[in-house]
């Protein structure tokens, strides 16, 4: 008699260790006005609309803010992980100025900061190899201490860590300290982003560099644990490359609205395709991915703040 066949092993889960904050946006007149924001935030929201299955690790706040993000990331299906915090939630102030979008952040004391390595791993003591996502405020120091532990017992363990550097140097007290914390955050991940504006200060470039570039930069940022990477260059587009393929595409044409959690969004669409197959991939799978990445992005980009597409939302624009 034969026998069944296997089950199929389930799709591992995304486990996000980050800054969930309100991003207070300033108007002409003065007022801000809040959304929902932080950028490991945003890439969780659009793994998640996208099907995946997302596990958000920092605590939530006690404070209205703090529980106005926790119904969001429930109702994106997102699983909170940790227990809430007294602490207050951090706040980011966004202004325009043309194209350029600027940050001011308050996060002294704040709920996502209300953690230890020992917390994170026990919490995840009993769970399966998955995906860590880290990366953005984590990485400055004194912060980023924590957050390598974390990598470090995961990647010990079998786990696959993925990275978005989303740099902000207006919070270093030293940038010479912050770029070494980001380059060991580095010498750890498996799958990593970078932007022509994190290359520019890492790298200490004249001047962000351009897609036509991303070829020569890549080796400069490659570490030997890196299995894929992505670089994005805004509205000239993105590169994407698995396991030695790569693909180069320009952005999607878009009305631009503003592009707060673009380039989340676009990362957050990449770990949702490899969720899906974190084995490997052949070169049209690598182009198909970073189309549809830059799909979404553009879909997030028509709309104010930060907002992925769901999947039939992507599905339908012909991502």
């Given at each position: 008699?034969p026998h069944p066949p296997a089950a199929a092993p389930s799709a591992p889960?995304?486990?996000?260790?980050?800054?969930?904050?309100?991003?207070?946006?300033?108007?002409?007149?003065?007022?801000?006005?809040?959304?929902?924001?932080?950028?490991?935030?945003?890439?969780?929201?659009?793994?998640?609309?996208?099907?995946?299955?997302?596990?958000?690790?920092?605590?939530?706040?006690?404070?209205a803010f703090g529980q106005t993000l926790r119904r969001q990331a429930l109702?994106?299906?997102?699983?909170?992980?940790?227990?809430?915090?007294?602490?207050?939630?951090?706040?980011?102030?966004?202004?325009?100025?043309?194209?350029?979008?600027?940050?001011?952040?308050?996060?002294?004391?704040?709920?996502?900061?209300?953690?230890?390595?020992?917390?994170?791993?026990?919490?995840?003591?009993?769970?399966?190899?998955?995906?860590?996502?880290?990366?953005?405020?984590?990485?400055?120091?004194?912060?980023?201490?924590?957050?390598?532990?974390?990598?470090?017992?995961?990647?010990?363990?079998?786990?696959?860590?993925?990275?978005?550097?989303?740099?902000?140097?207006?919070?270093?007290?030293?940038?010479?300290?912050?770029?070494?914390?980001?380059?060991?955050?580095?010498?750890?991940?498996?799958?990593?982003?970078?932007?022509?504006?994190?290359?520019?200060?890492?790298?200490?470039?004249?001047?962000?560099?351009?897609?036509?570039?991303?070829?020569?930069?890549?080796?400069?940022?490659?570490?030997?644990?890196?299995?894929?990477?992505?670089?994005?260059?805004?509205?000239?587009?993105?590169?994407?490359?698995?396991?030695?393929?790569?693909?180069?595409?320009?952005?999607?044409?878009?009305?631009?609205?503003?592009?707060?959690?673009?380039?989340?969004?676009?990362?957050?669409?990449?770990?949702?395709?490899?969720?899906?197959?974190?084995?490997?991939?052949?070169?049209?799978?690598?182009?198909?991915?970073?189309?549809?990445?830059?799909?979404?992005?553009?879909?997030?980009?028509?709309?104010?703040?930060?907002?992925?597409?769901?999947?039939?939302?992507?599905?339908?624009?012909?991502?």
């Open positions: 008699m889960v995304l486990h996000v260790l980050g800054e969930g904050l309100m991003d207070c946006f300033a108007e002409p007149d003065g007022r801000l006005r809040p959304r929902m924001g932080g950028s490991p935030f945003n890439l969780a929201r659009a793994a998640a609309r996208q099907g995946r299955a997302v596990r958000w690790l920092t605590p939530f706040s006690t404070d109702a994106d299906g997102i699983l909170p992980g940790s227990p809430v915090s007294a602490l207050p939630t951090a706040l980011a102030v966004v202004s325009f100025e043309g194209e350029a979008t600027r940050y001011g952040f308050y996060r002294e004391g704040i709920a996502d900061r209300d953690w230890s390595p020992a917390s994170v791993l026990a919490a995840l003591a009993d769970h399966p190899p998955g995906v860590l996502h880290t990366g953005s405020l984590m990485l400055v120091p004194p912060q980023h201490a924590a957050t390598l532990a974390v990598m470090d017992a995961l990647a010990q363990r079998g786990w696959t860590i993925s990275l978005d550097i989303n740099l902000r140097p207006q919070l270093a007290g030293d940038l010479a300290d912050y770029r070494a914390a980001v380059w060991a955050a580095l010498a750890r991940a498996h799958w990593v982003k970078a932007s022509d504006e994190d290359l520019a200060v890492l790298m200490d470039l004249p001047r962000p560099p351009r897609l036509d570039e991303a070829e020569a930069l890549w080796p400069r940022l490659q570490r030997p644990s890196h299995r894929r990477g992505a670089l994005t260059f805004g509205a000239q587009g993105a590169w994407l490359t698995v396991a030695g393929d790569r693909a180069a595409l320009p952005a999607c044409a878009v009305q631009v609205v503003d592009t707060v959690g673009a380039g989340d969004t676009f990362w957050g669409t990449c770990l949702a395709d490899w969720l899906a197959d974190p084995v490997g991939a052949t070169r049209p799978q690598v182009e198909q991915t970073l189309r549809r990445a830059l799909r979404a992005a553009a879909l997030n980009c028509s709309r104010a703040g930060c907002q992925p597409p769901t999947r039939a939302e992507l599905d339908a624009a012909g991502g």
